[in-house]
């Protein structure tokens, strides 16, 4: 079975893109928890770089993944622009412990 090593981007005193105080370091651990709960409820064993608001370098992070050993490393962000509706849908990096990377734009 896989491990599936879920980063929640920014933390602590590094809150991320902002947009009318709404802080991307508190979306991405939501979204972080939530799709990592699915996959433990699907059997998926999961490790969590983050479960609180703190800050870890993004260095940091990658080691704990490789300490753990896992074979997916997810780092969830939630960009934004200074321009309403300038972009729409999702940008997911997906890099797997063989370092294939996969970029993946949906919209
Ligand atoms: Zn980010």
């Known amino acids: 079975m896989a491990l599936v090593v879920m980063d929640a981007g920014h933390g602590g005193n590094n ?3 902002v947009y009318q105080g709404r802080q991307e370091k508190d979306d991405a651990l939501a979204l972080t928890l939530a799709v990592g709960q699915i996959l433990e409820e699907s059997g998926v064993e999961v490790y969590y770089t ?12 990658a080691q704990e993944g490789n300490a753990v050993r896992g074979d997916y490393f997810v780092s969830i962000h939630r960009n934004s622009s200074p321009y309403p509706n300038q972009y729409t849908g999702s940008y997911v990096i997906i890099v797997s412990s063989w370092w294939k990377a996969r970029k993946i734009t949906m919209s």
């Not at 609180?52 to 992070?61: F, L, M, R, V, W």
């Open 15 to 17: 809150p991320g893109a």
């Open 50 to 61: 983050r479960t609180t608001d703190i800050y870890e370098a993004p260095e940091q992070k």
